[in-house]
Nanobody
Framework: QVQLVESGGGLVQAGGSLRLSCAAS????????MSWYRQAPGKQRELVAAITSGGSTNYQDSLKGRFIISRDNAKRTVYLQMNSLKPEDTAVYYC???????????????WGQGTQVTVSS
């Protein structure tokens, strides 16, 4: 069984910063891409940023320059540094990881439970 546990969400004023963390644990042989998604009320879930095991990153165009994704492979943790936050960044942020099972060798797509980020104006 695999678990992704997110932390770091909360309430922040516009212009402020937050750092989200997501730690993977359980039956893990390897982790390839780790990503952050977000879902605002009434909207579809959207990709925020992704990072491969080698460190290559991909961002939603509108967030480049404000958000930074990083990972610590030894800790099986992905981070999202969010700067210059805006009210429109308010959403539930979800961690996603593609993880290979050590027994079956199969890859699975796993999600965290989500962490709320609220940016006040």
């Amino acid at each position: 069984q695999v678990q992704l546990v997110e932390s770091g969400g909360g309430l922040v004023q516009a212009g402020g910063s937050l750092r989200l963390s997501c730690a993977a644990s359980g039956s893990i042989f390897s982790i390839s891409t780790m990503s952050w998604y977000r879902q605002a009320p009434g909207k579809q879930r959207e990709l925020v940023a992704a990072i491969t095991s080698g460190g290559s990153t991909n961002y939603q165009d509108s967030l480049k320059g404000r958000f930074i994704i990083s990972r610590d492979n030894a800790k099986r943790t992905v981070y999202l540094q969010m700067n210059s936050l805006k009210p429109e960044d308010t959403a539930v942020y979800y961690c996603n990881s593609v993880i290979r099972n050590p027994i079956t060798g199969g890859r699975g797509d796993y999600w965290g439970q989500g962490t709320q980020v609220t940016v006040s104006s």
